[in-house]
């Protein structure tokens, strides 16, 4: 069974960083595609980035780009998302989650597209 445990989040002020860290359990790291997500509270739930961890391709949605960075580390099976420059529209719960579809179709960054989410994160930025 795929497992995702996410940490790294907190309370943080406008401008301030965090880095988050999405460990994995129960699959071979290099055969998934892993996002992160985020769902502000009456929000849907957001891809914001993406990573093949086979080659490093990485995927950003617009409203992250140039503050979010997504790496991974296949010897710890552990994606991060260093994000900078934050804003109080980047508070939500910052998921992680899996997919063995094809990089055209998971890089639309839909949820319906994952599977084996995590619990999430909690990330609040203050203005």
């Known amino acids: 069974e795929v497992q995702f445990v996410e940490s790294g989040g907190g309370f943080v002020q406008a401008g301030g960083s965090l880095r988050l860290s999405c460990t994995a359990s129960?699959?071979?790291?290099?055969?998934?595609?892993i996002a992160w997500f985020r769902q502000a509270p009456g929000k849907e739930r957001e891809g914001i980035s993406l990573?093949?961890?086979?080659?490093?391709?990485?995927h950003y949605a617009e409203s992250v780009k140039g503050r979010f960075t997504i790496s991974s580390n296949a010897a710890k099976n552990t994606v991060y998302l260093r994000m900078s420059d934050l804003k109080p529209d980047d508070t939500a719960v910052y998921f992680c989650?899996?997919?063995?579809?094809?990089?055209?179709?998971?890089?639309?960054?839909?949820?319906?597209?994952?599977?084996?989410w995590g619990q999430g994160t909690q990330v609040t930025v203050s203005s």
């Open positions: 989650a899996s997919s063995t579809q094809v990089w055209r179709v998971v890089s639309a960054l839909s949820p319906r597209n994952f599977g084996s």
């Open positions: 129960g699959l071979n790291f290099d055969d998934y595609y």
């Open positions: 990573i093949s961890t086979s080659d490093g391709d990485t």
